[in-house]
């Protein structure tokens, strides 16, 4: 990166900054991650915009592919969306600008994005550029792909590449971070490797998002996890679970996922001790709180019982 597209990213990161409209503690404020409801912004994105304005989230988290994706990445998701129902991601259809001017114009920032491994490894200039735009810090790792996750060795060696990441995002002014699914919470060949690659990775250069439901389906405890690395969780996914569950093997394929999708409920309509996790989140500092909840029958309903919950924890 040279000194032009330095000072260039600087300026358009000052500039998101003093759009963004939240200007309330941020320990205070909640998000919401858009894939929990992809129907809705797919149909009419400004209207899907202005309804989670309207819930009182002031942040959102966008989920790739993007149109500067890896096409690899691109490819996968075009192969799934006949089984999810939907295809829109992204900046369904627009450009960064035009996203960010409709999330302005309803006083809500897009602090997060989600993006996959490829494109974090191969396409980081253009991936700063649409962040920037946007007025985003974070890009995020939402699961680390199945074949690079078989050993305890794939696992160092996933580490040793998050800190070649988030190197090469700290060049182009913002922050790597890894959001962990349900794997990677049980001992393999004597360590657990969530744990391994928390200690192997720099912490002035990975960041970490916490899913409080895999982690508890993984057979974690999200408090605990916040209390052993006080400084490296910086965003959390909060979605709450009908009653105690754990994966039938290691959490390490979707088909174990898929079957716990319908244990998933609003925030504060089930067991986890949601204020718990929140108020530890807040002591150690974490920055977002993003609602997620996975292919939710009824996000307008299910979505405004989560904002109504955390709301009465401020």
């Known amino acids: 990166m040279d000194r032009r597209q330095f000072l260039s990213y600087s300026a358009a ?6 759009l963004t409209p939240a200007s309330a503690d941020a320990t205070k404020r909640i998000g919401l991650q858009l894939f929990s409801m992809p129907k809705m912004l797919e149909k ?33 998701w075009r192969a799934v969306t006949p089984q999810l129902g939907f295809s829109g991601s992204g900046f369904f259809g627009m450009s960064a600008a ?25 396409h980081m200039g253009a991936l700063a550029e649409a962040a920037h735009v946007l007025g985003a810090t974070y890009v995020t790792l939402p699961s680390i792909p199945a074949d690079k996750r078989k050993s ?23 922050k790597f971070a890894y959001h962990n ?19 192997q990775t720099d912490p002035k250069l990975v960041f970490f998002e916490m899913d409080i439901y895999w982690t508890t389906a993984g057979g974690g405890d999200p408090v605990q996890y916040l209390k ?7 965003l959390l996914h909060l979605k709450d679970m009908k009653e105690r569950q754990r994966f039938k093997g290691d959490g390490g394929d979707p088909s ?39 292919g939710v029958a009824d996000p307008q309903l299910a979505l405004r019982r989560s904002a109504d919950f955390l709301l009465k924890l401020q």
């Open 13 to 18: 990161a000052l500039a998101a900054g003093a």
């Open 44 to 76: 009419d994105f400004r209207e899907g915009i202005a309804f989670v304005a309207g819930l009182g989230y002031s942040e959102v988290e966008l989920y790739g592919p993007y149109p500067f994706s890896a096409p690899e990445a691109i490819a996968g």
């Open 98 to 122: 035009q996203v960010h001017s409709i999330l302005s114009e309803h006083r809500l920032s897009a602090p997060s994005m989600h993006t996959d491994l490829l494109t974090l490894q191969r």
């Open 152 to 174: 305890l060795d794939d696992f160092k060696r996933m580490a040793d590449s998050f800190n070649s990441i988030g190197t090469e995002a700290r060049r182009y002014g913002l």
């Open 181 to 199: 699914h349900g794997y990677g919470l049980q001992e393999m060949e004597g360590q657990i490797p969530l744990e391994l690659i928390l200690q």
């Open 228 to 234: 052993n690395y006080p400084t490296r969780y910086k």
């Open 256 to 294: 174990q996922w898929m079957a716990l999708f319908p244990y998933m409920t609003s925030v504060g309509d089930g067991v986890l001790d949601i204020k718990a996790i929140v108020a530890q989140g807040r002591r150690n500092g974490v920055e977002h709180f993003f609602v997620e909840q996975d």
